[in-house]
């Protein structure tokens, strides 16, 4: 028969097994998360960048029919002033994709962090438990 510090061994060890098993799944399910966010982020920044070019294309429309409208040519200073709105509307449109990219790669890799997280974790309980292990057979 098993000694009762034997059987509270080896309970202790079942339920930290467990709790391992439960971590790990944690993590995968944290982890699988903010993947699923960082590809949700990327997607909105590249909505986003779609979004405000199409916006700055109805600007710049807008603002050449004006120009031409009042009778003034291309020439010179509205042309001036149409090109550095399209770099104005270009750079915002970048930067806001340049925004959620860098929120997607934040997300992934705190997603890789958890990951190897909880295999380090998962190494280490698995080291104790084998220790544990030992320690009842000697």
Do not use: Y
Not at 20 to 26: F, R, S, V
Not at 37 to 58: I, P, S, T
């Amino acid at each position: 028969m098993c000694s009762t510090a034997a059987a509270m061994a080896v309970t202790t060890i079942i339920s930290t097994g467990a709790k391992m098993a439960a971590d790990a799944q944690q993590a995968k399910h944290e982890s699988r998360e903010l993947e699923r966010e960082a590809k949700v982020a990327d997607a909105q920044g590249a909505e986003e960048e779609r979004r405000l070019r199409a916006k700055a294309a109805r600007a710049q429309s807008t603002r050449r029919a004006a120009i031409l409208k009042g009778g003034v040519t291309t020439d010179g200073s509205p042309t001036d002033m149409l090109l550095d709105a399209a770099r104005e509307d270009d750079t915002e449109a970048r930067w806001a994709r340049f925004g959620q990219s860098e929120s997607a790669r934040a997300k992934e890799r705190e997603a890789r962090f958890r990951r190897r997280r909880s295999l380090l974790e998962q190494m280490s309980s698995t080291n104790a438990l084998g220790t544990d292990l030992i320690r009842l057979n000697g």
